[in-house]
């Protein structure tokens, strides 16, 4: 993991945001400033891929939104592979 995803994953920990999932594997992450980003998910060759619609996410980087969203996604995929 590079220091930048470390970094973003401390990050979505200390902040509150709420995430509301849209379906195909799509979440709306809104920010205590009231940003609202979409995060997407898909599977390549096993691996989850996650972009987020924020500057940093637009750019490739690792921004905080997207270990957020995961966290749910993970919990929506565990709950639905039954
Ligand atoms: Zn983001």
Redesign the pocket.
Known sequence: MTQNLINAIEKSKRIKMSVRYLGQRAYL?ITPANHQ?T?RFEMINGLRYGR???L??SKNLA????PKAGLVDSAIQTMTAH
């Open positions: 992450v980003y995060v987020c619609t924020c940093a996410g921004c905080y939104h997207l």
